[in-house]
C-alpha cells in the first residue's frame, strides 16, 4: 500500500499505517515532508524546541531533523515497537519524502478523511517546517 501523505494529520495517519502494518501489509509513505500538526504554529514549534533543548547528546531524546524520519518516529509510538511483532510491524512501514520514481506508474492513495483541508482546522504546520526550525535541511 503506498499512501500520499500531503495534507494529512500525522497522527491519524500513524495510527492508520500502524495498523496496516500490525496486519502484515507493506506501508509505503510518500511526501512526507507535506504531512501536517494540529495547532497554532508557534506552540507547535516550542513544544518541540523544548523537547530539543531538554536533551543530552549522549541520552536523548532524540528528534529527527529529517521530515521522513520524524513521520517515522512518530509512527513507531503507536506501534508495540519492544516486542518482536511491533519491530517486525516497524520494519515493513518506509517513509519518502517525495515520490521516488519507482513510485510514479503505481496506483497512490489519497486518504481524504484524514486531509486537514476537509476537517475544517485552521491551525495546522508542516513537517518540514517543524524539521527546518529544529535545524534540518
Not at 3 to 31: C, D, H, P, Q, Y
Not at 131 to 137: A, I, P, S
Amino acid at each position: 500500500m503506498i499512501i500520499n501523505a500531503e495534507n494529512l494529520i500525522l497522527g491519524r495517519l500513524g495510527t492508520f499505517a500502524a495498523k496496516k502494518s500490525l496486519m502484515g501489509e507493506e506501508v509505503r509513505i510518500v511526501n512526507c515532508k507535506n504531512a501536517v500538526i494540529i495547532g497554532k504554529k508557534s506552540e507547535v514549534l516550542n513544544r518541540y524546541k523544548r523537547k530539543f533543548d531538554r536533551r543530552t547528546p549522549v541520552k536523548g531524546p532524540f528528534i529527527p531533523k529529517t521530515a521522513e524520519r520524524f513521520v517515522k518516529r512518530s509512527i513507531r509510538g503507536m506501534l508495540p515497537y519492544k516486542k518482536e511483532r511491533g519491530r517486525e510491524a516497524f520494519k515493513r512501514i518506509i517513509c519518502y519524502k517525495e515520490i521516488p520514481e519507482t513510485f510514479k506508474n503505481e496506483k497512490i492513495e489519497t486518504l481524504d478523511k484524514f486531509n486537514v483541508l476537509n476537517s475544517g482546522q485552521v491551525n495546522f504546520i508542516k513537517v518540514i517546517d517543524i524539521c527546518r526550525h529544529l535545524g534540518g535541511k
